[in-house]
């Protein structure tokens, strides 16, 4: 069975899907606040990062939907939600894409989308650069988080990507989040859905997800997460648990 860190026992299956600096204990305090008898949260690590640091592939959105469809396989999970923080927001819309009928719920926190992201000149050099250099590693996370945190956070979001990611997994995991091109395949997906940004995120905050998310998604909700920027796991735990667990209960 694939490595993952589960937290609570309840009926209602929900796997969580980290982002591009993440890993399945990346999370913060946010899993303390989390109802451990409602839920079973499957906190999954992509191949590359955390748990599966030795493990190698080809570091694609269907990759990632299909090794977490072969963990809900193997735990006995037939219908299930999904939580997916940012580059986790295009790995769970290609999960949606690949068993619609098998997502109970979604839910994006400051999540990029099923479309590519558009990046000028600077933004390509800055994250395609990362990969091999800390300080634009750095450079990134203190500008999603609004250039207002404090350097020994900013630093220890970075440390944590680069001792829970191979280089090799978080170029490849660039490729696919600034690259994905699969909206016509979930466009109109009637599954209930909740986007989170941050109110400083200035990258995938309110007004990027209004364009990317809301237009295609009937039944898609959007909210603002107060105080927060890219990280609110870090940032608002008790705020991001509450908003999601406020959503997912049935």
């Known amino acids: 069975m694939i490595q993952?860190?589960?937290?609570?026992?309840?009926?209602?299956?929900?796997?969580?899907?980290?982002?591009?600096?993440?890993?399945?204990?990346?999370?913060?305090?946010?899993?303390?606040?989390?109802?451990?008898?409602?839920f079973t949260y499957v906190f999954t690590d992509n191949r590359g990062y955390g748990a599966r640091l030795d493990v190698a592939g080809e570091y694609s959105l269907d990759e990632v939907a299909g090794d977490v469809l072969s963990l809900a396989r193997d735990r006995g999970v037939e219908s299930f939600s999904l939580v997916g923080h940012s580059m986790g927001g295009a790995e769970v819309l290609r999960i949606l894409a690949k068993a619609p009928d098998r997502v109970r719920k979604l839910v994006g926190v400051t999540p990029v989308g099923a479309q590519p992201v558009p990046l000028d000149d600077a933004g390509t050099e800055l994250f395609f650069g990362a990969p091999d250099d800390r300080a634009k590693r750095y450079a990134i996370i203190d500008f999603t988080t609004g250039n207002r945190l404090t350097p020994?956070?900013?630093?220890?979001?970075?440390?944590?990507?680069?001792?829970?990611s191979t280089v090799a997994a978080f170029r490849g995991a660039l490729e696919a989040w600034v690259n994905p091109n699969f909206l016509a395949a979930v466009e109109g997906?009637?599954?209930?859905?909740?986007?989170?940004?941050?109110?400083?995120?200035?990258?995938?905050?309110?007004?990027?997800?209004?364009?990317?998310?809301?237009p295609y998604f009937p039944n898609c909700t959007v909210e603002v997460l107060a105080n927060a920027g890219h990280y609110p796991m870090f940032e608002t735990p008790v705020a991001l648990a509450?908003?999601?667990?406020?959503?997912?209960?049935?």
């Open 4 to 38: 993952h860190r589960v937290v609570g026992s309840g009926p209602h299956t929900v796997f969580v899907l980290h982002g591009w600096f993440g890993s399945a204990d990346g999370w913060g305090s946010f899993p303390d606040y989390l109802d451990r008898e409602r």
């Open 152 to 164: 020994t956070f900013v630093n220890a979001i970075v440390e944590h990507s680069l001792q829970n």
């Open 189 to 214: 997906n009637q599954t209930p859905m909740l986007v989170l940004a941050g109110e400083h995120d200035p990258a995938l905050g309110l007004a990027t997800v209004s364009q990317t998310w809301a």
């Open 242 to 250: 509450s908003s999601i667990e406020n959503f997912l209960r049935d």
